[in-house]
């Protein structure tokens, strides 16, 4: 159970008492789930009976600094001042500070000087699981809030549909100072590198590919045409295109399409196909040969920095189709299993739709890979 502490001194009395024998990792994290808290959870799990910190963005207080042990949260504590983090951290002799994901601030372009000062004499390595450290509009969409070229280096964008206090320039100089004091810059696909130095091309030394690793899945074969997506299906992972997909599949008679994940609430994908709901990662295998998925499409309109979907589709051992776009479409031309989409960045949901359809039918005809 955790303990919620509002006495700064008593949170600094549990931070000093913490052990001296190995570095303590700190982790930089938003409070939003999806991929990098995945990722997150795996590193907390794994820290077993070591100390491991966490600084969370975007709750009711600016920060929440979290304490675990055992891989278990024991401790937290809640505030609006940045320099009480930095005070608290301080008293660590030996740390290291993990950039995680810190979405959801409400003034986010002072973030950066706030990683500068708590990660001074100490490793700071950043985990690039979105570009937020390019674009407050992590997934690099430009203002029209649909389809953006994330190759852009300049492109209009607002942020928490406002008119930003910054310019695209400030917010990305901001982040190189931030950035050139890292040891590490991981990224977790080709693409997510080339799409990174693109914009930062003075961190070519600093930056690593590291794969994720994604658990095997075991799966029957099934000669039936269902259209499986994986996920929850919003705005930037496509879920106007997946409701003109429905639309088209409910005229057809070969084709139905299952969603293992939730849907857009704008979108009604009723008819014949299926939503699933919600999903643990170790049920895919199963849910996939629960519905007889034997084709999967990942939707996703962004240039993804490694997409779990696309390679947990991959591991099912299932044709998998994805649009020629970020780590998703690196993953498809990894495989065997992979399919890409020709995909414009002009193209409307309906006739990106029709080329889909189209697409999976000519591979259903021709067995052949696109």
Request: some cysteine; charged content about 25%; aromatic content about 12%.
């Amino acid at each position: 159970m955790t303990k919620v502490i509002e006495n700064i001194e008593e949170i600094r009395s549990h931070i000093n008492g913490l052990s001296e024998e190995y570095t303590i990792p700190i982790f930089l994290a938003h409070s939003l789930g999806g991929g990098a808290e995945h990722y997150l959870n795996g590193r907390i799990l794994a820290s077993e009976e070591e100390t491991l910190l966490v600084v969370r963005f975007g709750l009711k207080k600016r920060l929440r600094l979290e304490i675990y042990e055992n891989s278990e949260i024991k401790f937290s504590f809640s505030t609006n001042v940045f320099q009480e983090i930095i005070n608290l951290t301080d008293d660590i002799n030996s740390k290291h500070i993990y950039f995680s994901n810190v979405c959801g601030d409400k003034n986010p372009i002072e973030i950066p000087h706030f990683i500068i000062q708590l990660s001074r004499e100490c490793h700071l390595t950043f985990l690039i699981h979105d570009y937020f450290v390019i674009s407050p509009n992590i997934n690099l969409q430009n203002k029209n809030k649909y389809i953006a070229d994330g190759y852009d280096t300049d492109y209009d964008f607002d942020f928490n549909n406002e008119q930003p206090n910054f310019t695209l320039k400030e917010w990305q100089n901001a982040w190189k100072d931030a950035l050139l004091t890292s040891d590490t810059v991981e990224v977790f696909s080709e693409n997510s590198k080339d799409i990174f130095l693109k914009h930062y091309p003075e961190l070519s030394k600093k930056i690593i590919i590291s794969p994720h690793q994604v658990a095997k899945i075991e799966l029957p074969n099934t000669k039936k045409i269902n259209l499986g997506i994986l996920g929850n299906i919003h705005k930037i992972k496509g879920s106007k295109i997946v409701y003109e997909i429905s639309k088209i599949i409910n005229d057809e008679d070969h084709i139905k399409l299952i969603l293992i994940g939730e849907m857009d609430k704008e979108y009604n994908i009723g008819g014949k196909n299926i939503i699933h709901g919600k999903y643990k990662r170790q049920e895919i295998g199963y849910l996939a040969w629960l519905y007889d998925v034997n084709y999967w499409l990942v939707p996703s309109i962004v240039p993804e920095t490694f997409c779990y979907v696309a390679h947990e589709c991959l591991q099912t051992k299932i044709p998998t189709f994805s649009f020629d776009i970020g780590a998703q479409a690196e993953a498809m031309r990894a495989s065997k299993y992979g399919n890409i989409i020709e995909f414009n960045f002009e193209q409307n949901a309906r006739d990106l739709a029709i080329k889909i359809v189209s697409d999976i039918n000519l591979y259903i005809q021709n067995n052949e890979r696109l």
